[in-house]
Nanobody
Framework: QVQLVESGGGLVQPGGSLRLSCAASGSISSIYTWGWYRQAPGKQRESVAAINSGGRPNYADSVKGRFTISKDNSKNTAYLQMNSLKTEDTAVYYC???????????????WGQGTQVTVSS
């Protein structure tokens, strides 16, 4: 069974940094796209960053220049480096991947359980 497990959230002061990780476990044939989303209280879930199989990233305007998405194909893991954090970055951050499990042979979407990021002084 394929699972995405996030780690790295926590409490940080404004201007600080955090690094989120998302590891995909299980029997996986290919991972096509990784994405990070976030959802603040009372708001809809929004896309933060994504990276495709070729390594091309894209970012929400609100995080450009501050956040960096990356991946390690050998570890089936994606990362989100978050610098210059602001109070408005406070949210639950979710990892997403479009991948092909060996068991099914077709591409499906998977989500992690979410990790809380709180930016506060």
């Amino acid at each position: 069974q394929v699972q995405l497990v996030e780690s790295g959230g926590g409490l940080v002061q404004p201007g600080g940094s955090l690094r989120l990780s998302c590891a995909a476990s299980g029997s996986i044939s290919s991972i096509y796209t990784w994405g990070w989303y976030r959802q603040a209280p009372g708001k809809q879930r929004e896309s933060v960053a994504a990276i495709n199989s070729g390594g091309r990233p894209n970012y929400a305007d609100s995080v450009k220049g501050r956040f960096t998405i990356s991946k390690d194909n050998s570890k089936n893991t994606a990362y989100l480096q978050m610098n210059s954090l602001k109070t408005e970055d406070t949210a639950v951050y979710y990892c997403h991947a479009d991948l092909k499990p060996r068991a099914t042979g077709w591409v499906s979407s998977y989500w992690g359980q979410g990790t809380q990021v709180t930016v506060s002084s």
